[in-house]
């Protein structure tokens, strides 16, 4: 079993719908979660980091589920630009090596 | 955006020569980093630096040494590349403190090896 695994998508939603993402890790010590986004042929950037208490910016909120081992990406009122792949990160408690997911797809049509 | 530069952008070389990859840093960040990003496997670490002169493996080291003589630069070396090392390079910077960490990324170095 990887140790972070994301479902590739694509996920094709049309302008305005809300779309969720899971992540789910298999090491119970990781300590720091992250969302990044990465455009075709672009490096990643940091999109959010995940807090135990859930946190949210604008459109995006991430959540974690420290029981179930998984972290969550859920964007409302989808947008064109919203279009990328987004990677989940792990990090171990006392790392500093960070475990990517392989991303999931995410196409926003018209 | 964080001042992180990757030279050369794209490279095309044939098997069996050497090849460095070069990662400049303006942000005085502790920690590097060199992924290779190839289809169906995202992103695998391959070497990275803790500190001048300090550098560990990752996931994906083999055919490849790196080298950090100084805070800014970090350098990955391919000594005989092979056409299993096309990719995209990555080199990555954070600045671990506390519980905050974050990484981010140079805009990627294209490889092709023939």
């Known amino acids: 079993r990887k140790e972070v695994e994301q479902d590739p998508g694509p996920f094709n939603v049309p302008e305005g719908a809300t779309v969720a993402f899971n992540c789910t890790y298999s090491?119970?010590?990781?300590?720091?979660f992250f969302w990044y986004r990465q455009d075709c042929r672009k490096e990643p950037k940091l999109l959010m980091s995940?807090?135990?208490s859930g946190n949210e910016d604008g459109r995006f909120t991430a959540q974690l589920n420290r029981a179930s081992q998984y972290i969550s990406l859920l964007i409302r009122d989808s947008k064109l630009s919203d279009s990328a792949t987004y990677l989940c990160?792990?990090?171990?408690?006392?790392?500093?090596?960070?475990?990517f997911g392989r991303g999931t797809s995410l196409i926003v049509h018209p | 955006d964080a001042g992180i530069t990757q030279s050369p952008r794209h490279k095309v070389t044939e098997t069996g020569t050497p090849v460095t990859l070069r990662c400049h840093q303006t942000?005085?960040?502790?920690?590097m980093y060199w992924y290779r990003q190839d289809p169906g496997h995202g992103l695998r670490l391959i070497h990275y630096?803790?500190?001048?002169?300090?550098?560990d493996k990752g996931e994906v080291s083999d055919g490849y040494s790196v080298s950090r003589s100084k805070t800014e630069d970090f350098l990955l070396t391919l000594e005989s590349a092979t056409s299993s090392q096309t990719s995209v390079y990555f080199c990555?910077?954070?600045?671990?403190?506390?519980?905050?960490?974050?990484?981010?990324f140079g805009p990627g170095t294209r490889l092709t090896v023939t």
């Open positions: 990555a910077i954070s600045n671990r403190d506390r519980d905050s960490y974050e990484q981010y």
């Open positions: 090491n119970s010590a990781s300590q720091s």
């Open positions: 995940v807090y135990s």
């Open positions: 990160v792990v990090i171990l408690g006392g790392s500093y090596i960070p475990t």
């Open positions: 942000e005085n960040h502790r920690y």
């Open positions: 630096s803790y500190g001048v002169k300090d550098t």
